[in-house]
C-alpha cells in the first residue's frame, strides 16, 4: 500500500490592515477587539467608515469608504442584518471580503 499527501495553498497580497472590505464588530466584542477596529481606522486614515450596528449582536461596522461610494450603507445594514449576524456571537468580529457584480442589458 502507498501513501500520499497532498498540499493545497493560497497565496493572497497582504494588506494593511489584514481585513477584507468590511469588518462587523460584535456589540459584546471585548474592549482589546474593539480597539482594533478603532485601529483599522487610524491606520488606513480614513479609508473606512463606520455604520451603526443593529442595536443587538452587531456593535459597528466598518467599510472601506471606497465600498460605500458603490453601494448604499442601508443595503449594506440590511444584508449584515439579514445573512451575517446570524453567523457570529455578540462578542466576535468578522471580516467580509465583497464582491460587487454590475449586470447591464442593452
Sequence with gaps: MTAAAFVRARARLFEIPPVGDVVVIGAEAP???KMVGEAFQLLES???SRLRGDGGKVGSILVRTALLRRIDPAHLRR???????????SREI????VELELNVRG
Design 79 to 89: 444584508l449584515v442584518r439579514q445573512r451575517i449576524r446570524h453567523f457570529m456571537t
Design 46 to 48: 480614513g479609508e473606512f
Design 31 to 33: 474592549p482589546k477587539a
Design 94 to 97: 468578522l471580516t467580509l471580503k
